[in-house]
């Protein structure tokens, strides 16, 4: 759930993808709330930051697109209880973090639009975004997840916004091109290999393929959060 123009792309094969894991979530797990960790959002050295606000504007934190992307909306509130209960389970793990106020970025409100269409699968809950680590650090941020996982068992929904592949110097190379380049389709394999491994296994293999040579390719030095 990342570009901001996956939500006027129908045609592309992510989107009935999404439109399905959207539908999956509102009619059979029917969450109470949906806590996202978003890609475009980094906090403090050492401190992770959540958006503490009921109500917030979105964020178009991106640049060169048509004009009718900066007019996108996307219905949506936040949760001040859940904000400090996410805090609250964060510093009994000794994770500092601090409530902020702060909109949905477009690596959230993008792909949320067609999975939670505001008209024909409306989510109707609130939304919690928290962000990642100021650090590529794949052990912390595993444990990240780990320390909010309990929220699962109270009908909450935690959701990761980022992609497997954010070269945007080769995507805009390979436009054009119908095969895609070979690292992403090597990366993309060994990741879903690593979040499909057993529970006992999954941190040890999520840590080797952020040490692929190919990661690198996929995540260029300055994108390597949106793979979080």
Excluded: C
Excluded at 15 to 37: D, H, R, S
């Amino acid at each position: 759930m990342k570009q901001p123009d996956v939500q006027y792309n129908t045609r592309h094969p992510a989107y009935p993808v999404l439109q399905n894991i959207g539908k999956e979530i509102t009619q059979k797990v029917k969450p109470k709330a949906v806590v996202v960790f978003s890609g475009h959002w980094e906090g403090e050295p050492n401190t992770i930051l959540i958006n503490k606000a009921e109500h917030t504007d979105l964020i178009y934190d991106f640049y060169g697109f048509p004009p009718e992307f900066y007019k996108a909306r996307y219905p949506n509130k936040g949760d001040p209880d859940l904000a400090f209960k996410i805090m609250s389970l964060l510093d009994s793990v000794g994770t500092k973090s601090k409530g902020v106020t702060r909109g949905l970025d477009h690596g959230v409100w993008s792909g949320f639009h067609v999975a939670f269409h505001p008209e024909h699968n409306p989510l109707n809950v609130p939304i919690v975004q928290v962000s990642l680590y100021m650090s590529e650090d794949p052990d912390r941020h595993f444990r990240l997840g780990q320390a909010v996982s309990s929220l699962r068992d109270e009908g909450i929904v935690i959701i990761g916004a980022g992609m497997s592949v954010h070269n945007l110097r080769d995507y805009m190379l390979s436009r054009d091109k119908s095969d895609p380049m070979p690292y992403t389709v090597s990366f993309d394999e060994a990741l879903k290999e690593a979040v499909e491994a057993s529970p006992a296994e999954r941190q040890v293999r999520m840590a080797e393929a952020a040490r692929r040579p190919d990661a690198r390719q996929a995540h260029p030095v300055g994108s390597p959060e949106v793979f979080e």
